[in-house]
């Protein structure tokens, strides 16, 4: 194994920040944190963390067009990106999220366990990816 798996947490509330980041260091994980959307996408680009939890109501760059941005970058197109968001009734909201390439939309308060299973399925379907690649790599 490579190293611990690195998350991106972008949340601007600063509470719900360090309990996510304090929750991904407890699970083993190595959390970076970003309080706007423009902070995100500078460290998603400079760290290329293997999965990022994203705000949608951010205060520069809303969730949704950081999300977009990421997937249009070649460098970060291939993160998982999982939505936490407190934005119930906006299916409009959620649906651009999706569309802009959230993997999946979670809702504050977010259960933990959800919160666990979710990362768990995205970072062991990433490290299936790897190992196929690795096969494949090696047969050639």
Same mark, same amino acid.
């Given at each position: 194994?490579?190293?611990?798996?690195?998350?991106? /947490?972008? !949340?601007?509330?600063?509470?719900?920040? &360090?309990?996510? /980041?304090?929750?991904?260091?407890?699970?083993?994980?190595?959390?970076?944190?970003?309080? @706007? +959307?423009?902070? +995100?996408?500078?460290?998603?680009?400079?760290?290329?963390?293997?999965?990022? @939890?994203?705000?949608?109501?951010?205060?520069?760059? &809303?969730?949704? !067009? /950081? @999300?977009?941005?990421?997937?249009?970058?070649?460098?970060?197109?291939?993160?998982?990106?999982?939505?936490?968001?407190?934005?119930?009734?906006?299916?409009? *909201?959620?649906?651009?999220?999706?569309?802009?390439?959230?993997? !999946? /939309? *979670?809702?504050?308060?977010?259960?933990?366990?959800? *919160?666990?299973?979710? *990362?768990?399925?995205?970072?062991?379907?990433?490290?299936? !990816?790897?190992?196929?690649?690795?096969?494949?790599?090696?047969?050639?």
């Amino acid at each position: 194994m490579a190293g611990k798996k690195k998350i991106l /947490v972008v !949340e601007d509330h600063s509470e719900i920040r &360090r309990l996510l /980041v304090f929750f991904l260091k407890q699970m083993g994980y190595d959390a970076i944190e970003a309080a @706007t +959307g423009m902070a +995100g996408l500078t460290q998603a680009s400079a760290t290329l963390p293997d999965l990022i @939890t994203m705000d949608l109501g951010l205060p520069d760059i &809303r969730g949704v !067009e /950081v @999300t977009a941005r990421l997937k249009a970058d070649p460098a970060t197109k291939h993160i998982p990106v999982i939505v936490i968001t407190a934005y119930y009734g906006d299916e409009q *909201l959620l649906e651009s999220a999706v569309d802009a390439g959230a993997s !999946e /939309v *979670l809702y504050k308060p977010v259960s933990l366990r959800v *919160l666990e299973d979710s *990362l768990r399925r995205y970072l062991a379907a990433e490290s299936h !990816e790897e190992l196929l690649q690795q096969g494949n790599s090696q047969q050639s």
